[in-house]
DNA sequence: GTATGTTTGAAACAGATGTTTGAATTATTA
DNA sequence: TAATAATTCAAACATCTGTTTCAAACATAC
């Protein structure tokens, strides 16, 4: 109980620091002194900050794999031989993240910006964690997109689903900033539900682009 | 002499280790010993740590700013009260990129990345420098922007730009890496330009969604 | 209740970090 | 050339980093 506990609120408390701050700029201290656990408990549950880094990425990777596993098996057994459009693909991922996340309002961000960071950071340890635990579901979604854009060159729907991401990623990774900067601008609140509500539409325009 | 090329070769290896590897995670001590320098000759010449992100920033901004405004400005002279397109406006955008970064391949995976780190890490001291130091050129190409778009809300159309701007740096900034994978998936090379041609109509196709 | 294994706690560890110092060197100028 | 200013350099600075240690507290099973 005590041990599972600690383990909870030490994932919480990196969490939010880590997509408040960044990983480096994170010290031990910082999140222990959050979480209101002894220092040396990271390293007695994790073993390592890199190990934290990977386990607080891992709450997120597994449910959301499940989940949009689930949901696109439960849709092919209801409509065989379907054409997914791009905007239902990027609905059933979209519905996906809001499920993993929902709750607290940062958790997208983190998953963003963990996202970029393990495309980004060249020789970081998050990438490759992530390509051998997200490689199916990576297939199976591309496979979905090639499916919906059959007039696209396979070089160039690859490099347009990288857009994609791009823009998902860079935007909700920030979106705090963004949407303070909204705030000051435009004297409007944006959820982050409209947020989404605007990259879906510009997501599916691009990569159906001429 | 002495002092330029002092400054110069600092600025020089801070620009290539800060793309690599993110800016808490680069140390002085590498940078200066990238550069063939002392270690004291940053806080000598830059004052700080922070002082120096800033002006490795400024490099590529300083030109930049003034090539776009330059090229901006002559086209608002040869043809006034034209209205461009946003194909147009991404092309004066590339062309100034292309410029500040010719020479050398990585500058703009560099400059990109850059960017894209200056939007999510750390306290955001960044994020503020950028917009102080150059939101008047923010501001012509918003306008620019708008008068392209003007069927669009101002805060979607704020929200459209970010989509762009996160589209561009996050696979520019990370283009080595994705190059490799259509090397090896595709058995096709991709050079800075093809990307370059994909991403824009790709872009221009978001912000004119629906 | 005693013994066993698990978890916490305060303290220390070894190393890296940005920054400062003051003397030595180099460049500039009169 | 002599005086002055600018720059380099090795060393030390104080602080922060992730990690380890080992005794104390706790839980669990016999």
New binding site residues.
Partial sequence: ???N??VTRILDAAEVLFAEQGFAE?????ITAKAG?????????FG???ALIQAVFARFLGPFYKLIEVSLDNHEKQYPDSVLSIEDILKFVARAMANVTEGDRNRLAIFMRLLGLAYNQGQGHLRKFLQTEYKTLYRRVMALIARATPELQPVERYWRFHFMLGAAAFTLSSMEHLRAIVEHDFNTKCTEEEVVGYLLPFLAAGIRAK
Avoid: E, F, G, P
């Avoid at 994170?26 to 910082?30: D, F, V």
């Avoid at 656990?37 to 549950?45: E, G, K, R």
């Fill in positions: 109980m005590a041990q506990d600690t994170t010290s031990l201290r910082t656990v002894n220092l040396a408990a990271v390293n007695y549950h390592s900050k890199k």
